[in-house]
């Protein structure tokens, strides 16, 4: 089983598909990010539209602030 074996010391250790880091602290994400961030960037008349990936305590963080924002609109309407 020598051929399996050198398959697996050729292995990429990273790629832009298996490593993934937290776009706001740059913490290493291990699979699936936990959460995504939406960044709209308005380039003329055009919407370029990312979702960079965010840990979980980024995540949890983002979606804490994107709720008290509501709050404080529903407090001024
Ligand atoms: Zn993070």
Redesign the pocket.
Known sequence: MIASARWWYTTPVSTDESEQR??????A?QGEAPGRGLLLWVRGDEVLREEPP??????L?VSMAALSRWEIEEEEG
């Open positions: 937290c776009h706001a602290c740059g913490e994400i965010l840990c979980q305590r980024c995540a963080a």
